[in-house]
């Protein structure tokens, strides 16, 4: 049981870090991001491919956030000129170009069959130990990260894409630019993500990429929903909800049992949308409350 | 030092906004231009501040040509716009919002934020200074931690002004600062104006409100379906039968 709990624990945390880059996008400067899975998808394959190749550990983190940010950056370049739906529509398309890549170049990434194999983190440490020790391992960098994230929104660059996200041509006619401060913004929440894909991939130890579909995208939405945008601890919080109930309806079959294997899979998506919605009828604002409308 | 506007035109579909507008303002100048509803006055306000590209015509500040800059190059340069409906940061209190204005800030740059801490405190504390300055001037020290999306619509205008002031302008685009103002607020943005005006900041009103701007502005124009119809002294242009025939309808 302790085992499972530190299993949920760590995937629970990779949800918190790629909400705290969606917290940074969306929450603070009101980027519509609906393609963050692909950034996801960049760190799980840069890190496994490094590391399966003989990089240490730490040089296939570091590639896996560099590679995430740099693939963030032209984006930003084309899009940030483009109003909110039609950026939310570029980025989604972009994570469905990055999921296609993946299942085509079969030469780097073994295409549809995916990448096995992939090397843990403290392995040497054995089953139990070295669980601990990763979940101990991303719990301090998303401790960092969200020490970077609030560092970030108190500050004078926080003031401007706060300004930006609520009033664009205002900032501009204050002289400002406020392409140049969602670049920034983009590539650090993709850099996060990126992180969050090399935990995954290193925890996993298989990747495929059918893991990388849209989904993911709005369940780490749906998390900085029901924990309230733009706060930290709603990022926090609402990935914790988000991992209960994706964890906890697996047990509904234990109560109805009639429903078979495969439905379940069904069911599960069927409940989390269900929360979402009451979410959004009894607490539009989550549970942190909405920050962008205090 | 001159603001230049060039036979400027611009249509809208089949609706053309502006037509062939010519306008030589001097930078320190307090310089009025009203008009009835769609006359172009706030079209012209966004040519000049780049917001709206003209179909033809040139824009020159100082003598030299700025059509070719974005919005934020010509704040930079100097010439600040207001917009009419106030476009505060709502989220933000007062105090962030001016604080958010200031130029050049290290902070900015997330390099700058974590890799020049000590700069960075010490241009904040510089900046809430000016800040507290500005909010005194303009009377907003009380209301300087309340986000500024609940301040009544004449503070909105005041802190919209505020902003402006917090980029160090030689040039302020002000468009209909007295609409939606109680009279009270409308005195006291008014003698603001003219205290800033004295240190040298040139102003130029759009406003519909005649009386309150032919008490603050020693030069006008009139503009009606995107021309300008005459420009001079209030007085001068107010007894223009063009003028009274488009504006005022012909009353005597």
Redesign the interface.
Known sequence: MEAYLVAIGIIALIYVLLSLGLTLQYGLTGLINFGHVGFFAIGAYTSALLVMNGAPFIVGFAGAALLAGIAAWPIGLVSLRLRDDYFAIVTLGFSEVVRIILTSERWLTNGVQGIPGIPRLYSDLGGAAGQIATFATILAVTVAAAWMIRRIAGSPFGRIIEAIRDNEEAVQALGKDPPRFKIQVLVVGAALAGIAGAFYAHYITYIVPEQYIPLVTFYVWMAIIMGGVGRVSGAVIGSVILMAFLEGSRFIRDVVPWISEVDMASVRIGLVGLLLILFIIYRPQGLMGDYTKR | MSLEICDITKSFGGFRALDGVRLTIETDALFGIIGPNGAGKSTLFSVI?G?VAADAGEVRLNGNRIDAL????R??AGM????QVP??????TVR??L???A?D??????LG??FRPGQ?RT??AAIAETVERTMAFLKLDKVADV?SGKLSGGQKKLLELG??L??QPKLILLDEPFAGVNPVLIGEIMERIKELNARGIGFVIIEHDLEALTRLVPRLAVMDRGKVLAEGAPAAVLEDPVVREAYLGGVS
């Open positions: 501040s917001f974005s919005p934020p190059q704040a930079r600040l716009r207001t917009f476009r505060e940061f709502s989220h933000l962030e919002n604080m958010a204005s130029p800030q290290t902070g900015e740059s997330l934020l974590f960075v241009e904040e986000p902003r402006a917090m980029v």
